[in-house]
């Protein structure tokens, strides 16, 4: 054999060799193409999955307080009323805390409602004392003492008329005022059978779920907060309107 035509034969085998080389390679990065396409493809599908679950909305929150559309039983006997008797078409109970600014503020939509309606519509005070207001249970025993008295709706009035003059001081005056006997009043005030009226009530609004003040039953149907007179005159009219 000629070296020209070893020279020949030498440089076709190698040639070969490239393009097999080449081919190889060609091959190797269409997998590795092919494999990061399918783990591209996998690392979208996981986003939108995840982002479909941010997007999803978050489940609502649990109700707080009383069921507004259920008719609750709350005790009244032996709780101060005024407008209509027990026999009143409507009874509107009032879960009610004397430190409390929105139980002080709706006093004056009670008497509305009271002028408004007159005898259809009863209106019963509760005690409820929140724990944290620290003056809170002092005055409800100026009431509660004023109640055995017959004197509540008149003790009531002072109190949030002058709320921030809270002290056992100032109700005895004010017991004198109203034309109490002074000293059965504090006898009273401080006795376990007034305390225990105060708790009993207390007790109950954490049954019914009652957690601020003021609330309402409008014939056992639960109306939170300080509402305007149309809304009372709202919930009022409805259970008449029953009749």
Not at 61 to 80: E, Q
């Amino acid at each position: 054999m000629s070296s020209g035509n070893a020279v020949i034969i030498a440089a076709t085998l190698m040639g070969l060799s490239i393009v097999g080389s080449a081919h190889l390679l060609v091959g190797s990065i269409d997998r590795a193409s092919e494999s990061f396409a399918a783990l591209s493809g996998e690392l979208v599908k996981s986003g939108n999955a995840e982002g479909k679950a941010a997007a999803a909305p978050a489940p609502a929150p649990p109700r707080r307080g009383p069921d507004p559309a259920k008719a609750y039983s709350v005790n009244t006997k032996g709780s101060p009323s005024k407008g209509g008797g027990e026999n009143a078409p409507v009874t509107l109970i009032e879960f009610s805390d004397f430190q409390c600014p929105f139980c002080s503020r709706v006093t004056g939509t009670l008497d509305q409602v009271e002028k408004a309606y007159g005898d259809k519509v009863r209106i019963v005070f509760k005690h409820l004392p929140l724990r944290m207001h620290s003056k809170a249970p002092m005055a409800h025993a100026a009431a509660e003492a004023a109640n055995r008295q017959g004197k509540f709706w008149p003790m009531h009035d002072l109190i949030f008329s002058n709320q921030r003059d809270l002290s056992e001081e100032t109700y005895v005056v004010y017991a004198g005022q109203i034309g109490m006997n002074v000293d059965q009043f504090k006898k009273d005030m401080a006795s376990a059978s007034v305390k225990a009226r105060v708790d009993a009530d207390s007790r109950e609004a954490e049954k019914l779920g009652v957690t601020g003040t003021p609330g309402f039953f409008v014939n056992g149907y639960f109306l939170s907060g300080a509402k305007p007179f149309s809304e009372f005159q709202k919930a009022i009219d409805a259970q008449l309107n029953k009749g």
